[in-house]
């Protein structure tokens, strides 16, 4: 396969293996068969990591595209996530089996608890049990690594089994960077992955970005994700168009003036989505 672009390397996480610095969001992507077609657009351009979840539809598309663009199994790093309406030993269990069902996989190399869903009654013990049958899951070969999701540090100390999770994946962009978070899991090596690095186009307006991607000569986008890359935090963006697959990889090729980062860390709280671990 020719590979369009493609500066993304590779980060060790906390238990040894390796993950691409940047991947591809799958989340809307729902038609079988024209998210087969964006996934191999993904993968055509560069993109490693695909990350998808039990609940967004697109695990058929993606399993499809890893399974037909003729790259070797070994190449591609494929999240999924438990959603959190399946947490507990056997619901995550059945989750992780319908996961690899329809991705058609042998394996997944990340698996993530979606949401802690802290408003459930039980949801500490759930999340307990969840997490020692990831760790089983892990050690049966089934996934590679594990993690979690929109878990806040209070949600982390609930899971600690002695066994830290890989990766939480949570919302930062600009305007939203959850610091105490971001600190909590670097100081303990749990790699962080950004969702919503763009914004979900909420930051399009912002006219702090679009003065900066005139200085830069560059798009919003590749300001923002940038900005994510300045933090060492995995983006994970998500189009549908492959001109903007490519664009969104050349954030690599941005690097950011100490003063204009001091402004993007700065910015009071912007395009967060509305959704908060404690309550959703
Ligand atoms: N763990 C979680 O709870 C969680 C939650 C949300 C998302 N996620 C994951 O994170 C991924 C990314 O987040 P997201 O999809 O919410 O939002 P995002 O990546 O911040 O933004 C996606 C939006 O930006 C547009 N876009 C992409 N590149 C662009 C560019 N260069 N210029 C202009 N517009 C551009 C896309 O439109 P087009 O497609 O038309 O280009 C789409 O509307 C998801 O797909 C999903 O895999 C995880």
């Known amino acids: 396969m020719e590979q369009q672009y493609n500066q993304a390397s590779y980060i060790t996480l906390n238990d040894g293996n390796k993950i691409p610095n940047i991947g591809f969001g799958t989340w809307t992507i729902k038609d079988e068969q024209e998210g087969y077609k964006i996934v191999l657009d993904a ?39 438990v959603g959190k309406d399946d947490l507990g030993t056997n619901l995550c269990f059945q989750s992780l089996q319908a996961s690899l069902r329809k991705l058609n996989l042998q394996y997944i190399d990340l698996l993530l608890i979606h949401w802690p869903n802290a ?33 806040l540090p209070h949600h982390l100390k609930i899971i600690d089994n002695g066994i830290i999770p890989a990766v939480n994946q ?14 909590y899991c ?13 914004g979900q186009r909420r930051l399009n307006e912002n006219k702090t970005l679009i003065d900066m991607a005139k200085k830069y000569n560059t798009s919003i986008a ?8 300045s933090h060492n935090i995995v983006p994970i963006p998500k189009t549908q168009n492959k001109q903007r697959m490519i664009e969104n990889l050349h954030c690599f090729d941005i690097k950011l003036s100490a003063d204009d980062l001091s402004i993007l860390n700065n910015m009071p709280q912007t395009a967060f989505s509305g959704l908060h671990p404690d309550t959703f």
Request: include cysteine; glycine fraction near 8%; hydrophobic fraction near 40%.
């Open 170 to 183: 949570i919302e930062f962009h600009v305007g939203y960077t959850q610091d105490e978070v971001v600190d």
């Open 119 to 151: 408003k459930a009654p039980d949801y500490e013990k759930k999340l307990k049990e969840t997490w020692e049958a990831f760790c089983h899951f892990k050690e049966a070969g089934l996934v590679k690594s594990i993690g979690v999701s929109n878990f």
């Open 186 to 198: 670097q100081q303990k090596d749990i790699l962080v992955q950004a969702w919503s690095p763009l």
């Open 43 to 81: 993968i055509e351009s560069g993109y490693r990591l695909i990350d998808t979840a039990s609940i967004y539809g697109s695990e058929g598309s993606v399993g499809k595209a890893v399974n037909q663009c003729g790259l070797k199994r070994s190449d591609l790093f494929i999240t999924t996530k």
């Open 222 to 229: 590749s300001i923002c994700l940038a900005f994510v890359l």
